[in-house]
């Protein structure tokens, strides 16, 4: 029985870069948005989905264009609900073929932004936080780009990192890279102990 811990944390806490300390430790690693991305290719099922709902998002070589979704969204709030209607079920199926083919592995890692919002934490074992002072992760969102106004709407979108940290099964905090990858080392030890122990 393969060992599902979930990852999630808000934008800008250091949640890709915790991700890659598990695969570096040779866990394997789901990740949905790389799912979401892929699945927004030309051709893909999402592309052709979006294209129904919002022919405006979608790009000349038929991949969606997602600044144009993301400006499309803004300015209707009830559309994220008719995207995340056709886009979720994908996004689903494309997890169930990552554990289906994992199935023999000891432990995997869904890393999935919107976990708690999304209501997966379900098809998790258990579910890692990864946090960081909110100055600090003000500090990494602006520094890839991003405006305040961009962080600001995603934030609202998401459940408070507070909230987030009292849900979790485990926290690890990102502030100090090292520290963060050696709780990393740390996790997958002790899960692994308990794999063992109940095996």
């Known amino acids: ?9 808000s934008i800008g806490m250091g949640k890709s870069t915790t991700a890659a300390f598990f695969a570096d430790e040779g866990v394997p690693v789901w990740d949905a948005d790389a799912a979401v991305h892929q699945l927004y290719a030309p051709g893909q099922p999402a592309a052709r989905a979006i294209a129904d ?3 405006a998002a979608i ?4 991949g969606v264009d997602r600044p144009r979704l993301r400006e499309i969204l803004v300015a209707d709030p009830s559309a994220l609900d008719r995207l995340n209607a056709a886009v979720h079920p994908l996004v689903a199926d494309a997890r169930a073929q990552f554990l289906a083919a994992h199935r023999d592995e000891d432990m995997v890692v869904l890393d999935v932004p919107l976990l708690f919002e999304a209501g997966l934490t379900g098809v998790c074992d258990a579910v890692v936080v990864v946090s960081g002072p909110p100055e600090v992760q003000r500090e990494r969102v602006l520094a890839r780009g991003m ?3 961009d962080l600001a709407l995603i934030l ?6 507070a ?5 979790a099964d485990h926290v690890i905090q990102t502030t100090d890279l090292e520290s963060a990858r050696a709780a ?4 997958i030890f002790n899960i692994r102990k308990e794999i063992k122990r109940h095996a």
């Open 1 to 9: 029985m393969t060992f599902v811990l979930g990852l999630t944390g």
């Open 53 to 55: 709902l919002f022919p």
């Open 59 to 62: 790009a000349a070589a038929g």
């Open 147 to 149: 405006s305040e106004a």
């Open 156 to 161: 609202s979108r998401q459940m408070p990192d």
């Open 163 to 167: 909230e987030k940290r009292a849900r």
């Open 184 to 187: 990393v080392k740390e996790l």
